[in-house]
């Protein structure tokens, strides 16, 4: 979609977690090495594009304190010269790129779930939204009870096994209530959760990153009309 857009799109091969799993689990010792991977990967870049809300959150908010815990005055002066300039991908699109019509076409009905890290530590407000709402054939529905979370949060979802499924639950209600025939969101980690929740009872709904809806174009959707999804697109169809 980026380089439909015109723009140059490296993927540096050296790239790996960016420690989040590490750092929330209690092995920030093992996440700092990780810390100077990334910068060391993404440093030369003009913009960096994160497809995860998550992850991006994590940057912001933990790098310069790795960076200082490291007493490495070089790596923390790269930390803060890198950071302004990474972006999650909705972030990237409105307000980096200043652009919200991105030429997609995906004539479906579609929710979208507002994830915990894009809601409430990266303020990413209505910019999905406002992407969304320029595809041409989508049809956006709001979700009941939208911010609520959907109980992934990591290992939130083993160690709170219980309570996880509780909120699963009432997410996949709402998602079931709207009629919608995809679920999306910024993160793939609720996504997997969702998807997980829908699939048990099979509800016939997928669940798609919001970056495989800017995707799709009228050439991409009468190729899937022939494929798998196609096919999934029948069944539920004839489901409903």
Do not use: W
């Not at 497809?51 to 200082?68: D, F, I, Q």
């Not at 699109?93 to 200043?98: A, Q, R, T």
């Not at 409430?120 to 989508?138: F, I, Q, T, Y």
């Not at 929740?197 to 970056?211: I, P, S």
């Amino acid at each position: 979609m980026l380089e439909r857009l015109g723009h140059t799109v490296e993927f540096p091969p050296s790239q790996t977690c960016c420690g989040q799993m590490h750092y929330n689990t209690g092995y920030q010792a093992e996440a700092l090495p990780l810390l100077s991977r990334f910068v060391d990967g993404f440093e030369h870049a003009e913009a960096v594009c994160v497809p995860s809300a998550s992850c991006v959150a994590m940057m912001r908010e933990h790098y310069v304190m790795m960076a200082e815990a490291m007493g490495d005055a070089s790596l923390l002066a790269r930390v803060k010269a890198l950071l302004p300039r990474i972006y999650e991908f909705s972030e990237l699109l409105v307000n980096f790129l200043k652009v919200e019509d991105v030429g997609a076409y995906y004539p479906h009905s579609v929710v979208y779930h507002p994830s915990c890290h894009s809601l409430r530590m990266l303020h990413v407000g209505d910019a999905p939204k406002k992407l969304l709402r320029k595809v041409r054939g989508l049809n956006l529905i709001e979700m009941p009870n939208a911010t609520q979370c959907c109980g992934f949060g990591g290992t939130f979802a083993i160690k709170n096994a219980e309570v996880s499924a509780a909120m699963l639950s009432e997410k996949s209600r709402d998602v079931l209530n709207t009629n919608a025939e995809v679920c999306t969101a910024l993160d793939n980690s609720c996504l997997m959760q969702i998807y997980g929740g829908l699939h048990r009872q099979r509800a016939g709904v997928q669940t798609l990153h919001l970056a495989e809806i800017l995707a799709h174009t009228e050439a991409t959707e009468d190729l899937a009309a022939g494929g798998p999804e196609g096919e999934h697109a029948k069944e539920h169809e004839a489901a409903q």
